[in-house]
């Protein structure tokens, strides 16, 4: 975990993404507007700081609903945004599928 302590919410929709060298599939959502700057910001931060990491990524604990998990967000190239990738077991224990909208509370 970073020094920063943020805590933020972003509302969004699940989506999938197929593809990769073993055509994996994996659900995302993206976290954009204020949220998504609030990030931007740290990973400034984490650049000036000396403690960016590979792809630009930043470590998050994310909480959907009653599941906490650890993971990290990407940037995305596209859409100048991140990309919360959202596994099977989180999406299990919520009962989110592809498509579903849903809140998730991040802190960095």
Known sequence: MSAHGEHLRHAGRLWRWTGGANNG???FLTIDGAAGEAL???AIMCK???TAR???SLK???RIGG???ATSVFPSKSDGGWLL??????RKAEGIGEG?????????
């Open 25 to 27: 599939t994996w659900h």
């Open 40 to 42: 931007s910001g740290t």
């Open 48 to 50: 000036l700081e000396g």
């Open 54 to 56: 590979g792809f630009g």
């Open 60 to 62: 998050v604990k994310a």
């Open 67 to 69: 599941t906490e998990f």
């Open 85 to 90: 990738p959202v596994k099977a077991a989180v």
């Open 100 to 108: 579903d909208y849903f809140e998730v509370s991040l802190t960095f």
